[in-house]
C-alpha cells in the first residue's frame, strides 16, 4: 500500500479514508474504522495459520489425496495385446509404480493357443496416478547369457531389499506346443527396473518349477512359493536370509489340496493370504504362521460384468496401501487378454476376504517407505 499524503493513494481510490488526509484527527479515526471493519477476517487468518502450525507440530498426518476411479480394463498391452501374470512395485527414483507382465503373443496370426503363450517378453507398464491408470513403457531387458533365441519368460516377481531390486522369472528354453519341456526359475537384479542381470539359476526340486511368489517374513527370512509342475502343481516353498541362496523345504500340504499355479502371499487384519490360481478361480488360504494353511475360499470363479471382465480370474497379486488391499488379475486365457483391479475386503466375522469384481473400484495407492515389504506386510 502507498503510503504518501498526496491525496490519491490507493485507499483514497477505494473511497475507505475520504479525499483529505489533512487532518491526522481524521486520519485515525479512519484508521479505527478501518481496524474494526478488518479485523474478524484478520484474526481468522491468524486463527486458521496458528492451527496449521500446531497440527504441524504435534505430527498429524494430513489425509490422503483422493480416490481416482480405475480404468476398466485397467490395461490392455498395446504391443502383442496378451498382458497376464501381473506383478506391481512402487519405482523411488521414477517415482511412479513399475508393473510388469508376461506378454503373451496374442496379435500374432498363424499360431496355436499354447505357441502364442511361448517366445514372450516381459512388458513393463507404469502409473503416476495411484494405479488408477496405467501406460505401456518398454519390454524389460533380461540379460541372461545362456538364453537360447527363440526363449520364453513367463510370470516374473519382483521385490526390493536395500536399494536392489530382485526378479524371479521363469525361463523355458524355446518355443514350443506342448507342455511337457522344462522350465526354471531364475533370478535377476535390477537398480533402474529396467536393465535385469542374470544372478543364479535356483535350484529346487525339479527341471519344472514355475510361477514364484515372494514374501519377507518378521524375522528377516524371504519365503518364496511356486508351483512344481512335476508333482501334480503343488505349492512348494523355500526360504532364504539374503535373496541369494535357497533351501527348498518341498510340498506345503494345506496350499497342495489341488492343482494350482501363481502363488501370492501377503499379510493384512492379523493374518497372512494366500491365493492360487486352480483354473476355476483363486483359491484363497489363511494361515498365522505362513507355515501352517487352511483353504477358506475361491474369489473370481464367475465371471464378471464389466468391460474386458467377463471370465474367470487368473494370476493375481495383492498391493497393500493405506490398510486397503488391491488385487491385480488377468481375464482371458485366450486371446486377448487384459489386466484389472479389485479391491479386496476382509469380512471380520467368517474370517475371509471378498471382492467385489464388478462395483467400480476407487484407487489411489500411495508410495510406500519400502517398496516391498510395506506393500505386502501390514
Same mark, same amino acid.
Given at each position: 500500500?502507498?503510503?504518501?499524503?498526496?491525496?490519491?493513494?490507493?485507499?483514497?481510490?477505494?473511497?475507505?479514508?475520504?479525499?483529505?488526509?489533512?487532518?491526522?484527527?481524521?486520519?485515525?479515526?479512519?484508521?479505527?474504522?478501518?481496524?474494526?471493519?478488518?479485523?474478524?477476517?484478520?484474526?481468522? *487468518?491468524?486463527?486458521?495459520?496458528?492451527?496449521?502450525?500446531?497440527?504441524?507440530?504435534?505430527g498429524t498426518a494430513a489425509a490422503p489425496p483422493p480416490d481416482k476411479l480405475a480404468s476398466k480394463p485397467l490395461y490392455r498391452d498395446p504391443i502383442m495385446d496378451g498382458a497376464t501374470d501381473p506383478t506391481v512395485i512402487w519405482s523411488p527414483a521414477d517415482k511412479k509404480w513399475f508393473m510388469f507382465y508376461t506378454s503373451r503373443r496374442s496379435n500374432v496370426p498363424g499360431l496355436g493357443g499354447i505357441e502364442s503363450i511361448h517366445g514372450t517378453p516381459i512388458g513393463i507398464a507404469t502409473s503416476e496416478d495411484g494405479g488408477a491408470t496405467w501406460k505401456y513403457l518398454r519390454d524389460a531387458n533380461i540379460i541372461y547369457?545362456?538364453? *537360447?533365441?527363440?526363449?520364453?519368460?513367463?510370470?516374473?516377481?519382483?521385490?526390493?531389499?536395500?536399494?536392489?531390486?530382485?526378479?524371479?522369472?521363469?525361463? *523355458?528354453?524355446?518355443?514350443?506346443?506342448?507342455?511337457?519341456?522344462?522350465? %526354471?526359475?531364475?533370478?535377476?537384479?535390477?537398480?533402474?527396473?529396467?536393465?535385469?542381470?542374470?544372478?543364479?539359476?535356483?535350484?529346487?526340486?525339479?527341471?519344472?518349477?514355475?510361477?514364484?511368489?515372494?514374501?519377507?517374513?518378521?524375522?528377516?527370512?524371504?519365503?518364496?512359493?511356486?508351483?512344481?509342475?512335476?508333482?501334480? $502343481?503343488?505349492?512348494?516353498?523355500?526360504? $532364504?536370509?539374503?535373496?541369494?541362496?535357497?533351501?527348498?523345504?518341498?510340498?506345503?500340504?494345506?496350499? $497342495?489340496?489341488?492343482?494350482?499355479?501363481?502363488?501370492?502371499?501377503?499379510?493384512?487384519?492379523?493374518?497372512?493370504?494366500?491365493?492360487?490360481?486352480?483354473?476355476?478361480?483363486?483359491?484363497?488360504?489363511?494361515?498365522?504362521?505362513?507355515?501352517?494353511?487352511?483353504?477358506?475360499?475361491?474369489?473370481?470363479?464367475?465371471?464378471?460384468?464389466?468391460?474386458?471382465?467377463?471370465?474367470?480370474?487368473?494370476?493375481?497379486?495383492?498391493?497393500?496401501?493405506?490398510?486397503?488391499?488391491?488385487?491385480?488379475? %488377468?481375464?482371458?486365457?485366450?486371446?486377448? $487378454?487384459?489386466?484389472?483391479?479389485?479391491?479386496?475386503?476382509?469380512?471380520?466375522?467368517?474370517?475371509?476376504?471378498?471382492?467385489?469384481?464388478?462395483?467400480?473400484?476407487?484407487?489411489?495407492?500411495?508410495?510406500?517407505?519400502?517398496?516391498?515389504?510395506?506393500?505386502?506386510?501390514?
Amino acid at each position: 500500500m502507498n503510503n504518501t499524503d498526496d491525496g490519491n493513494n490507493f485507499m483514497d481510490r477505494d473511497g475507505i479514508f475520504g479525499i483529505s488526509n489533512s487532518s491526522n484527527q481524521i486520519e485515525m479515526k479512519n484508521t479505527r474504522h478501518l481496524m474494526k471493519r478488518f479485523y474478524p477476517l484478520y484474526a481468522a *487468518v491468524i486463527l486458521l495459520a496458528g492451527c496449521s502450525g500446531l497440527s504441524q507440530m504435534s505430527g498429524t498426518a494430513a489425509a490422503p489425496p483422493p480416490d481416482k476411479l480405475a480404468s476398466k480394463p485397467l490395461y490392455r498391452d498395446p504391443i502383442m495385446d496378451g498382458a497376464t501374470d501381473p506383478t506391481v512395485i512402487w519405482s523411488p527414483a521414477d517415482k511412479k509404480w513399475f508393473m510388469f507382465y508376461t506378454s503373451r503373443r496374442s496379435n500374432v496370426p498363424g499360431l496355436g493357443g499354447i505357441e502364442s503363450i511361448h517366445g514372450t517378453p516381459i512388458g513393463i507398464a507404469t502409473s503416476e496416478d495411484g494405479g488408477a491408470t496405467w501406460k505401456y513403457l518398454r519390454d524389460a531387458n533380461i540379460i541372461y547369457p545362456d538364453a *537360447v533365441t527363440n526363449k520364453t519368460y513367463w510370470a516374473p516377481v519382483v521385490v526390493e531389499h536395500a536399494g536392489l531390486f530382485h526378479m524371479y522369472l521363469v525361463y *523355458v528354453p524355446g518355443i514350443f506346443d506342448s507342455w511337457s519341456h522344462p522350465r %526354471f526359475i531364475l533370478h535377476l537384479t535390477s537398480k533402474d527396473l529396467i536393465n535385469w542381470q542374470y544372478e543364479s539359476t535356483l535350484a529346487l526340486s525339479h527341471p519344472k518349477v514355475i510361477d514364484a511368489g515372494v514374501l519377507r517374513l518378521p524375522d528377516g527370512t524371504w519365503r518364496l512359493w511356486y508351483k512344481d509342475e512335476a508333482t501334480g $502343481s503343488s505349492c512348494n516353498y523355500a526360504d $532364504s536370509t539374503d535373496l541369494y541362496h535357497w533351501t527348498d523345504h518341498g510340498r506345503v500340504p494345506g496350499l $497342495s489340496d489341488r492343482g494350482g499355479e501363481a502363488p501370492v502371499a501377503f499379510h493384512w487384519q492379523g493374518h497372512y493370504w494366500l491365493f492360487r490360481d486352480i483354473g476355476r478361480g483363486l483359491a484363497l488360504y489363511r494361515s498365522d504362521d505362513a507355515l501352517d494353511w487352511s483353504r477358506v475360499g475361491t474369489l473370481l470363479a464367475d465371471s464378471g460384468t464389466g468391460p474386458d471382465d467377463t471370465g474367470v480370474g487368473h494370476h493375481s497379486d495383492v498391493i497393500i496401501s493405506n490398510d486397503r488391499a488391491y488385487m491385480f488379475y %488377468f481375464v482371458g486365457r485366450g486371446r486377448p $487378454s487384459s489386466i484389472q483391479v479389485v479391491e479386496l475386503k476382509f469380512d471380520a466375522t467368517n474370517k475371509v476376504l471378498t471382492a467385489d469384481r464388478n462395483a467400480p473400484t476407487m484407487i489411489n495407492l500411495q508410495p510406500p517407505k519400502e517398496p516391498e515389504t510395506q506393500s505386502k506386510f501390514n
